[in-house]
Nanobody
């Protein structure tokens, strides 16, 4: 059974950086594409970045050039390095499979708050 746990969020000033981590347990992690998503109240869930099993990456236009997604299949982790953070990046960040999410593995997410 796969379970995903997100960590690394916090409160930062605009222009600052955070590194998020997603840890998977009991998984087939290494053969699936993974992604970071984010959500704020009243807004649809948004794909932030995705990475395939082969390391190909996809980024939302809003974060391209600022965020970097990576994975370590041996450790069952996927990370998101976030630089030059903006207030509009404020959201709860979640990891899951890509392109089809698996409802059972949604974690609690990690809150990122960026002050102006």
């Amino acid at each position: 059974q796969v379970q995903l746990v997100e960590s690394g969020g916090g409160l930062v000033q605009a222009g600052g950086s955070l590194r998020l981590s997603c840890a998977a347990s009991g998984s087939i992690f290494g053969i699936n594409a993974m992604a970071w998503y984010r959500q704020t109240p009243g807004k649809q869930r948004e794909l932030v970045a995705a990475i395939t099993s082969g390391g190909i990456t996809i980024y939302a236009d809003s974060v391209k050039g600022r965020f970097t997604i990576s994975r370590d299949n041996a450790k069952n982790t996927v990370n998101l390095q976030m630089n030059s953070l903006k207030p509009e990046d404020t959201a709860v960040y979640y990891c899951n499979y890509y392109p089809i999410v698996v409802v059972k593995v949604w974690g609690q997410g990690t809150l990122v708050t960026v002050s102006s």
